[in-house]
């Protein structure tokens, strides 16, 4: 009789590649899951929940993702200061305008599992206002988001 075993993956014996994602015209929470499940590895048939074998992934345009609905004007981040009273609020518009790629970075960020795990698995997102970027060396393979499913793009 044959003993059946299951194989385990590891970050040294897994292939990591790097993703190129364009954020224009996308709607967030859409591009958000899709890019939680390439950094946490889901997308690999060697998945291991317990191992951060996921892939790394650059957004650039961060600025020029959309937002359905009126979450724009209605949807708000909240932060505590730590004083008696001293909870902050900042509009998703507010933020796109100062910083849009902590817009990406949070809807992410609520998708991974929060711990050292997660924590390890949100340093493999690099998020790039404007069309640049500075992984030119690595090669990344360009992912289209916006062809998987007609709702992951938004025109207007």
């Not at 950094?39 to 317990?50: E, L």
């Not at 609020?89 to 507010?94: L, M, N, Q, Y």
């Not at 790629?101 to 404007?130: H, P, Y």
């Given at each position: 009789?044959?003993?059946?075993?299951?194989?385990?993956?590891?970050?040294?014996?897994?292939?990591?590649?790097?993703?190129?994602?364009?954020?224009?015209?996308?709607?967030?929470?859409?591009?958000?899951?899709?890019?939680?499940?390439?950094?946490?590895?889901?997308?690999?048939?060697?998945?291991?929940?317990?191992?951060?074998?996921?892939?790394?992934?650059?957004?650039?345009?961060?600025?020029?993702?959309?937002?359905?609905?009126?979450?724009?004007?209605?949807?708000?981040?909240?932060?505590?200061?730590?004083?008696?009273?001293?909870?902050?609020?900042v509009s998703v518009a507010k933020q796109l305008e100062d910083h849009p790629e902590r817009v990406l970075m949070k809807a992410?960020?609520?998708?991974?599992?929060?711990?050292?795990?997660?924590?390890?698995?949100?340093?493999?997102?690099?998020?790039?206002?404007?069309?640049?970027?500075?992984?030119?060396?690595?090669?990344?393979?360009?992912?289209?988001?916006?062809?998987?499913?007609?709702?992951?793009?938004?025109?207007?």
């Amino acid at each position: 009789m044959t003993m059946k075993t299951t194989k385990t993956i590891n970050p040294a014996n897994s292939d990591i590649k790097w993703y190129l994602i364009d954020a224009e015209n996308l709607v967030l929470g859409r591009l958000a899951s899709q890019i939680a499940t390439i950094i946490r590895g889901k997308h690999k048939a060697c998945y291991t929940p317990t191992q951060d074998c996921g892939d790394y992934v650059v957004v650039v345009n961060a600025e020029k993702v959309k937002l359905t609905g009126r979450k724009m004007e209605q949807k708000m981040y909240y932060h505590h200061t730590g004083y008696i009273g001293g909870i902050k609020g900042v509009s998703v518009a507010k933020q796109l305008e100062d910083h849009p790629e902590r817009v990406l970075m949070k809807a992410v960020e609520r998708m991974i599992s929060r711990g050292k795990l997660g924590r390890q698995q949100m340093n493999k997102l690099r998020i790039f206002v404007g069309p640049e970027h500075t992984h030119q060396a690595q090669n990344p393979i360009t992912l289209d988001i916006g062809s998987k499913n007609p709702k992951n793009k938004r025109s207007a």
